[in-house]
């Protein structure tokens, strides 16, 4: 996806600095060029494009010696004209010309939102590049509706019993996704007769597709959309973050990048010209709200987003609140993080715009938010009879899925009785079209994937550095670490820095950009560790997490469900190990049972021999940190006394601007003693940087094992040597994987741990 932006009907990729630059140039002589003749060159953007900080921009392409020109057409709009300076632009044809406001100016002209409407080329995906802005805008226009083109059943035997769209099990083969996942067997020949579905399945599972593929079905089966006017909402998918929104976006772009896409010579998804056929647009707080509207009233089959900003945007749009009205689909994913996300108002009021009761009721006195919001929109518009809802999560009560099977039967409560949670309150306002909607529970034995393996490692709390450290060395491979505070986060990251271990914070006080950069540096690190508080425990998606560490538990079992969900998707092999101190003992029971385990969880096998060094390596890395602090202080002390005297136009005495090595309050001048401002000097610093750097560089040698002569001692390892098959870091250690550790121990009776032997030697 690229940064191009649309106006009346035509594409353009911009950088909002360039363009700027570049009308600054527009004194030179110029001819005039058509948007796709021209050298855009790609600019370098975060990869995650789960989160961006671009302004929802997926990819960004700049230009250099263009400019931009306007003229004033018949009907006195102006048109804009890209321009070169005629040394660059000579040959090039006629003008490309869009419309534009002559408010929205270049400023509107750079400002394309983020915009999934899969109007980008580059990537294969489907495009207005090529369509006019006269066509665009003429009436009644309507694509022509293509027949289903059959599918071979033979190619996916899986899925032939599902009756997708054949276009999209096109998308399905070249996405080798040979097989449903349970949950999508299981729900989507309900959702494709037009049942309501509440589904729960494990984490990774797949219940996006799950719940979009009905929708795309639905979509390519419908009429082509007019071009004439906005696109009629048929789907909203509300998620609760920012990031889990625009990851659905990318899944959807993934199976429409094929789906819609014809092939090149070579087989390679290819664009298609014209208008896409389906457009998924995103609305999602953080971007501009301005950016945001545009992408609204341009219109989109699917909108994707998190209910704050979308409830701001119904409240000024008219068209919007009755589209929401006419909606086909309604999707809630994650819905009890959306009811923990502090947003449960908006999120009901956009519920309650799909009830078919809303706006019958009469009087000036109804000040029900909905009401005062979309009166009008109430009064004009019923909401659609057909509409199917889907409730997706892989955490939601028995209880609460039985609640909503008997309210709905019952029909809802008139007045609304207070309701035991928020969750419960929202489902009640689900106004389900479906008589009985089709429960779906596949939520796992133990709330985790089956095949995901744990363990844990009890030790003091002093120790969990430590054990850590031992973990992300022993096996080696993507590991994200859940920390219980941003504090916590903030003693580990500068420690791992020092003993060269690639961790990357992520918590909610970091700048958005800087979240998107580490994000992108932990997927291309192998070996990366993401040391992360609970804004990393749901939805996201990231390939390849091969170990999660609970460095401190999770406060409840859903919590541990989704924090441990990171790993093992999709089928994937994935580890999840506690660091569980004596005091976190009662909590890790409670949690335990809570997910109905009736079995502790097995040691992690520690091979003691490594960690005395380890132990040194941590107490440096400690002292270092300490001695950073002291150093910061020490300069910033001496920089406040220099400006304060110099402020007051005092004389201070320069042995107390000096460093020193001494102690702070050692005696001098004849015993007495003065206040020196120096603490630990930045030798002493240096110096434990040196031994620091000696002891990264000794080899750890496992016990039994003789690094300098390979062929003898207890366990030889020659071999290992010679053929590179041996640890990465720790000599003499087996190569194999964590979750191959816990193969055989699983489980024994909760409480009957046997007692677990010293293992730091000291
Ligand atoms: N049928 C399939 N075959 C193979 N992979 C699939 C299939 N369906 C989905 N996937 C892949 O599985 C991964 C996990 O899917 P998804 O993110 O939808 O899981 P989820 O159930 O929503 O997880 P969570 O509860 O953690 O949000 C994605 O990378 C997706 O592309």
């Not at 999560?393 to 609640?403: E, F, G, I, M, P």
């Amino acid at each position: 996806m690229s940064s191009r932006s649309i106006k009346g009907g035509k594409i353009f990729k911009k950088d909002k600095k360039k363009i700027k630059r570049n009308i600054e140039k527009s004194t030179l002589p110029k001819s005039r060029l058509t948007a796709d003749s021209l050298q855009w060159k790609p600019v370098k953007t975060s990869s995650f494009s789960g989160v961006d900080n671009g302004g929802g921009m997926m990819m960004l392409e700049e230009l250099d010696d263009v400019g931009i020109e306007y003229e004033e057409d018949t009907a006195g709009r102006k048109v804009a004209h890209f321009v070169a300076s005629e040394s660059k632009g000579k040959g090039k044809e006629k003008a490309a010309a869009l419309t534009v406001d002559e408010t929205d100016e270049v400023e509107g002209l750079a400002d394309s939102g983020v915009d999934h409407s899969k109007e980008e080329t580059g990537d294969g995906l489907p495009s207005f590049a090529d369509v006019a802005a006269e066509d665009m805008n003429e009436a009644d226009d309507q694509l022509p509706i293509e027949d289903e083109v059959p599918f071979n059943d033979k190619l996916l035997p899986e899925w032939s019993s599902i009756p997708l769209h054949s276009t999209l099990k096109r998308s399905l083969l070249a996405l080798g996704f040979v097989n449903p996942t349970d949950i999508q067997r299981r729900s989507l020949p309900q959702s494709l007769k037009g049942r309501d579905v509440v589904g729960v399945a494990e984490t990774g599972s797949g219940k996006t597709l799950a719940y979009s593929l009905p929708i795309l079905s639905h979509l390519l089966r419908s009429p082509p959309p007019s071009r004439s006017s906005r696109r009629a909402l048929s789907a909203l998918i509300l998620c609760p973050t920012r990031e889990l929104a625009l990851q659905v976006v990318d899944h959807l772009d993934r199976i429409l990048k094929h789906a819609l896409a014809t092939e090149d010579d070579e087989g390679q998804p290819k664009k298609k010209a014209g208008p896409p056929r389906i457009s998924v647009g995103s609305v999602v707080g953080g971007l501009s709200a301005q950016k945001q509207k545009r992408i609204v009233e341009r219109g989109a089959d699917i909108l994707v987003a998190t209910p704050g900003r979308l409830w701001d945007l119904i409240r000024t749009d008219e068209e919007l609140a009755a589209g929401i009205r006419g909606l086909k689909f309604l999707v809630i994913d994650e819905a009890d993080r959306m009811i923990e996300n502090g947003h449960f108002a908006e999120l009901e009021n956009i519920v309650r715009l799909t009830q078919r009761h809303v706006g019958q009721r009469k009087g000036p006195d109804d000040d029900d938010p909905v009401f005062t919001s979309a009166a009008n929109v109430l009064a004009e518009n019923e909401a659609r009879e057909d509409m199917q809802t889907f409730v997706f999560s892989a955490t939601l009560s028995k209880d609460l899925q039985q609640n909503l099977k008997k309210r709905h039967r019952a029909g809802p409560k008139k007045g609304s009785v207070k309701t035991a949670s928020a969750l419960e309150d929202l489902v009640n306002r689900l106004d389900f079209r479906d008589e009985n909607p089709e429960v779906i529970d596949l939520s796992p034995e133990g709330g985790v994937v089956a095949h995901l393996k744990e363990s844990m490692v009890e030790c003091v709390v002093a120790e969990k550095d430590l054990y850590l450290y031992y973990f992300l060395l022993r096996y080696p491979g993507r590991t994200l670490v859940f920390v219980g505070s941003i504090d916590g986060i903030r003693r580990l990251i500068p420690l791992f820095e020092l003993l060269q271990v690639p961790v990357y914070p992520l918590h909610s006080q970091l700048q958005q950009k800087q979240r998107l950069k580490n994000l992108d540096r932990f997927k291309s690190s192998k070996s990366g560790v993401l040391i992360a508080t609970d804004v990393a425990a749901r939805g996201l998606d990231i390939p390849q997490v091969d170990h999660v560490v609970h460095f401190n538990l999770p406060r409840t079992a859903d919590a541990y469900i989704h924090r441990s969900g990171r790993t093992a998707r999709a089928q994937n092999p994935g580890f999840a190990l506690q660091l569980c101190a004596p005091e976190e003992k009662g909590m890790q029971r409670a949690l335990m049972k809570s997910l109905g385990r009736s079995h502790d969880l097995p040691d992690l096998t520690i091979e003691s021999g490594f960690l005395p060094k380890l132990k040194e390596r941590l107490q440096l890395a400690r002292e270092i940190e300490k001695a950073q602090h002291g150093v910061k202080k020490e300069n910033h002390d001496r920089n406040w006394l220099k400006e304060t005297a110099e402020a007051m136009d005092l004389d201070i005495d320069p042995d107390m601007l000096s460093e020193s090595d001494e102690d702070a309050d050692a005696p001098v001048h004849g015993g007495k003693k003065r206040k020196r401002l120096s603490l630990p000097s930045s030798t002493k610093l240096s110096n434990l940087k040196g031994e620091l750097k000696e002891k990264l560089n000794e080899p750890l040698v496992a016990r039994g094992i003789s690094a300098r002569y390979p062929t003898g001692g207890s366990r030889v390892i020659v071999d290992d040597l010679v053929r590179s098959t041996g640890h990465q870091t720790l000599l003499g250690a087996a190569t194999n994987k964590a979750w191959d550790e816990v193969m055989d121990v699983r489980k024994r009776p909760m409480g009957t741990s046997t007692k677990r032997k010293k293992r730091v030697a000291k």
